[in-house]
């Protein structure tokens, strides 16, 4: 669905970030664009979602932008994620969005399963017929993605020069060779800008295809009503571009 009339200003939005780091680094970018529009955001991630911000070096970001006018929910920090869902049910809020939404993820929604935070929210948003704008991380049989930090073992050296830098202790040396523990790495590139030797880098690009199955699941997804499907953040960020002087009660 294409139909840009359900996307008047919206008082309230729900944000969820699921676990792909595709497209991760810019939708950080337009979530602080709408909150400094005067838009209240609610953050949710899932489990996954959390971990894979905080690898991509903007969970700290997200943090503060959206703490000061919303708020964050943290996919298996708390009880149970029920309570968002209701609010859904209720519609407390005008927009859901779901970016970047990984394969998994529209698979459930697809076939109409709710049991995790993104799929419930969604799943509730639809019965609720709220405009839902989902990012799928896979939209063609080929995607480009961005990759996390990692180490050349060829151009290192093990000069250890990284392992002192990195402020949350997240490379140590193995068999000689720098290693980056990405579930403790905050993509902060200190230790890209201290290797001498050009061994680390972070944000390469990587071409890959897109199975038959999440590509056919991404077609009936196109077919749901209320629900705006965009293939990449420019997209999204026009899809995003409120009329200022609207307002929603």
Request: hydrophobic fraction near 40%; include cysteine.
């Amino acid at each position: 669905m294409n139909d840009d009339s359900v996307l008047g200003r919206p008082k309230r939005i729900l944000w969820i970030i699921t676990g792909s780091g595709s497209h991760m680094r810019c939708v950080a970018n337009i979530i602080c664009e709408i909150v400094e529009a005067s838009i209240r955001v609610d953050l949710g991630f899932t489990g996954a979602g959390y971990e894979v911000a905080r690898m991509y070096g903007v969970h700290a970001k997200l943090l503060d932008c959206v703490a000061s006018a919303g708020e964050i929910y943290l996919e298996g920090w708390s009880k149970s994620f029920w309570p968002l869902v209701g609010r859904v049910a209720m519609r407390y809020y005008h927009l859901v969005v779901l970016a970047p939404a990984t394969s998994n993820t529209v698979a459930k929604i697809v076939h109409g399963i709710a049991d995790s935070l993104a799929s419930a929210v969604a799943n509730q948003a639809l019965k609720a017929n709220i405009p839902l704008i989902i990012l799928p991380s896979d939209v063609a049989e080929v995607n480009v993605t961005e990759l996390p930090c990692r180490v050349d073992r060829d151009k290192c050296t093990g000069c250890g020069v990284c392992v002192e830098v990195c402020p949350v202790s997240a490379i140590s040396l193995y068999e000689g060779k720098a290693r980056i523990n990405l579930l403790a790495c905050i993509g902060c590139e200190k230790c890209v800008h201290s290797c001498s030797f050009g061994a680390i880098s972070c944000w390469d690009k990587v071409s890959y295809r897109t199975s038959m199955i999440d590509l056919a699941n991404l077609e009936k997804l196109k077919g749901f009503k209320r629900v705006v499907v965009v293939r990449n953040c420019e997209e999204l960020r026009n899809k995003l571009r409120f009329d200022r002087s609207e307002n929603r009660s």
